[in-house]
């Protein structure tokens, strides 16, 4: 069965802090990985997608990794400030086809603190 | 370009009573998709359009839960009649598969703001 993970569910931070959340696939043919955010009540804003064939991706002060074998993407976040706080959520595209299908981790709610 | 757009924002309803969301796509988009998320989780995919046609509803509850894209643009989700469980934010996704422009290293959704729905 592929399946997403994200551990921690929650995580609490200090302003100015790296920190790295982390998300594990069970099958490593995947098509995609995305990265998103969401804000409380809201849906669902897009960070960074991650081909099959590619390591990395960065935007700004994000960069997600991909590591295929070990079934495993991260997103890392510099310098981060009281506005990143959401909930961040790993998705993993299988086939890539007109039917493939989009799975959800369940997320790490982000807190940074003054 | 406009993003995708969805109605309404909030709905509160009793149980056994209906309800209908409307979402409108990014312009060009073929596929279309539609999500339940209950809290504390991630969205699971309820219904998948490519043009007005199905491609993937093997998660609707279709005892109560229908979905159409009837001119292959704009979709409407029903439930009809709602329950406690189905209290949740209904998300409508678009993706450019299956689109003229759709280059086939590319495959990417783009979501809507939700709908968040109360069944009380």
């Known amino acids: 069965k592929q399946e997403v993970t994200q551990i921690p569910a929650a995580l609490s931070v200090p302003e100015g802090e790296n920190l790295v959340l982390n998300c594990s696939f069970t099958?490593?043919?995947?098509?995609?990985l995305q990265w998103f955010r969401q804000d409380p009540g809201k849906g669902l804003t897009s960070l960074l997608l991650?081909?099959?064939s590619q390591r990395e991706q960065t935007s700004g002060r994000l960069n997600a990794s991909l590591d295929k074998s070990s079934g495993r993407s991260t997103l890392y976040i510099a310098a981060s400030q009281p506005g990143d706080s959401a909930t961040y959520l790993c998705?993993?595209?299988w086939g890539g086809g007109t039917a493939s299908k989009l799975t959800f981790g369940t997320g790490t709610r982000l807190q940074v603190t003054l | 370009e406009a993003g995708v757009a969805q109605s309404p924002r909030y709905k509160i309803i009793e149980k056994r009573q209906s309800v209908a969301f409307w979402c409108n796509p990014i312009?060009?988009?073929?596929?279309l998709y539609w999500y339940q998320q209950i809290l504390g989780q991630g969205p699971k995919l309820l219904i998948q359009?490519?043009?007005?046609?199905?491609?993937?509803d093997s998660q609707l509850p279709k005892d109560r839960f229908s979905a159409e894209r009837l001119k292959g643009v704009d979709s409407t989700l029903k439930i009809q009649p709602a329950k406690l469980e189905d209290s949740a934010v209904y998300l409508c996704?678009?993706?450019?598969?299956?689109?003229?422009?759709?280059?086939?290293?590319?495959?990417?959704?783009?979501f809507g703001p939700g709908t968040r729905l109360t069944v009380l």
């Open positions: 312009s060009g988009h073929a596929t």
């Open positions: 099958d490593s043919a995947i098509y995609n």
């Open positions: 996704a678009s993706s450019p598969v299956g689109s003229g422009s759709y280059r086939p290293s590319y495959n990417e959704q783009f």
């Open positions: 998705a993993v595209l």
């Open positions: 359009f490519q043009n007005n046609g199905v491609v993937d």
């Open positions: 991650i081909q099959s």
